[in-house]
DNA sequence: ATGAAAGCGCTAACAC
DNA sequence: GTGTTAGCGCTTTCAT
């Protein structure tokens, strides 16, 4: 038997399909009994809307809107280059996809460019930002009029965004530490921590999670304090020397994000590639190369690859008001040796 | 500017849609001079064609087929619940899909199953079975018809398959010993490896990889000849304690997949949860529980939901003469922990 | 070998 | 409040 139509369903509750359309798309104008009539035939001969049709007739293209940090570091990189994969991809499936490269250092700046979003024509949404109260608005604004907000990589778990893609930076930061502790040994050692900005919310949520599991599990390890890299090579090499030296006890490093490039390079020269265990976070060609040649022995990542098409994916649905595959949509927290760089 | 359409190409060609549409679906009929026109007319406006348009005209829905072991298996009922899965997503894109679990011991019956599809209603099968001269027979003939064909989970290399989705075994097998080799440390040891049957492609090639870096890497470490336990519970409880008591020295187990309940359930009644350290495969409620209480070290996986829907789209894309993404599409090798179980 | 026209499931003027 | 109708981009008879 075929899929009921539009047809059926107003053929059996004897009303016409303007009604029908009317009901589905929650237009005003019908008396509360009819819709109650329409659905009730609905979901009595189990109708469900041809979503392609709809967008066919409706002649009208998703509009997406991808924010994000204009950084030259190698995941801000990345992450453009997933996105326009995904532009190219768009053509064929009536999406278009705008990407907006914001100075995060001024909270002002991404309100304002969020403010200067035409929400008549744009559909939802993708946000990669630190949480501010500013940006925090922008959000509600976004969703009053009806825009579908996602926060992508960092979630703000304060905004009303309506979901988070990326993953759990905390489970990350635990994954890294297992890895480092048993990697290391149970010998007693100093471990070392490289981190971006510790202002950057998933920096300090892996921070928190490696710290979690190092005094549950490997007591023999000590952690010293963080060093911020500014994501800045510069610093990484003048600052890591000079750690290295006061703590020669060091047996471990763990890389929050940003700085793969500094950190690669000094420890080549001062050789202790094979002597220290590196775990460092997001595939690059740096963590790559790193990986490959040994220097570094895992690296812990998500694929942007995933994460982009997965925000279109949440933002279509919420305009289509359909559900997502929950399980398609959960971003997983890659573990990447040398021998599954694939 | 709009999107060119089919009219555009008509009109821009001089011709009329239904040529048009002929030449877009290689349909006979059509002087030679008139196709060249039309394709230089298509190149030059850029039209690409809007395939929903295409389906929903058609009237027609995507056939596919899944053909796999009707195992009770963990692994089987794991992929069985992915399919069943994208069958209830299904509805919604005019896609059916049908799964067919056929005995896997009987290379004729897997065969009569594949003979047996009408190939004129079928647009694509996604099969896992062991390669045989009979399969592959049946494989050429669904192809002669028309039929797009992906090998899912273990390759069929000489097979005239379209694409293979799944993971790299020989990759899988180094990643499993790269991590009991870091994981055991560097003293000298013994390792067990327990297969399901090395007949099966996955088993063997993962075997494969696990010594070529057992001894590339791991010198001090002895592999000990691999122990069969055809997936059954009562073969590992069997086998397993007595060469564990010949073998005192043994210090890792690489499960090639297969047999994870015997597995721990002789660790926990010999208490060498801890002792030993354990590498086994696919994700299943047994290798989770055993992850998560320390039994387990680490389990390498695949994601079934994804090689399920990855499968999905790139039989549709045959059909619809598409190209597919292959980022997308590439399946990885998952190294779960217990802190990334997710 | 080519074209005209109807129709797929849905939406959106516009009419009543 | 509700119905009629044209049309989205494409395919497909049926003529010519």
Redesign the pocket.
């Known amino acids: 038997m ?2 009921p ?3 059926d369903v107003a053929r059996d509750a ?9 009901v ?2 929650a237009r005003p ?3 509360p009994q ?1 819709i109650a009539k329409v659905f009730e035939t609905i979901d009595r001969i189990g ?1 469900v ?2 979503v392609t ?2 967008n ?5 293209d998703y509009e997406l809107v991808f924010v994000l940090p204009e950084g030259h570091g190698a995941l801000a990189r990345k992450l453009v280059g997933a996105i326009s994969e995904a532009q190219r991809r768009s053509r064929i499936d009536r999406t278009n996809i705008a990407m907006l490269q914001v100075a995060m250092g001024d909270p002002h700046a991404v309100a304002r460019t969020l403010a200067g979003l035409n929400a008549a024509t744009v559909d939802g949404v993708a946000i990669m930002a630190p949480e501010t109260p500013q940006l925090r608005d922008a959000i509600r604004h976004l969703k009053e009029n009806n825009v579908a907000v996602v926060a992508i990589i960092s979630d703000l778990p304060n905004c009303e965004r309506d979901e988070f893609v990326g993953i759990n930076n905390i489970a990350a930061g635990r994954t890294a530490g297992l890895l480092l502790g048993r990697f290391v040994g149970s010998n007693p050692a100093e471990v070392l921590v490289l981190a971006g900005s510790m202002l950057a919310r998933d920096h300090s949520e892996r921070r928190l999670g490696f710290d979690q599991i190092i005094s549950e599990r490997f007591p023999a390890l000590t952690v010293l304090p963080t060093i911020e890299v500014w994501d800045d090579a510069a610093r990484v090499e003048a600052l890591l020397p000079s750690a290295l030296a006061n703590h020669p006890d060091v047996k471990g490093i763990y890389c929050l994000g940003g700085g793969n490039a500094g950190l690669v390079k000094v420890l080549r020269s001062h050789g202790l590639e094979e002597s220290i265990t590196v775990i460092s976070h997001e595939l690059t060609e740096t963590s790559k190369a790193a990986l490959m040649d040994g220097t570094f022995d895992a690296v812990i990542a998500q694929d942007f690859g995933h994460v982009v098409r997965s925000a279109i994916r949440v933002l279509k649905a919420h305009r289509d008001r359909i559900d997502v595959n929950p399980s398609q949509e959960r971003i997983r927290i890659d573990v990447l040796l040398r021998e599954n760089l694939g």
Chains 1, 2 share one sequence.
């Open positions: 075929a899929r139509t539009v047809h004897g009303v016409s399909l303007a009604t029908v359309d009317r589905l798309n104008g019908v008396r009819t109708y809307r041809d049709a709809a066919l007739a409706r002649q009208r």
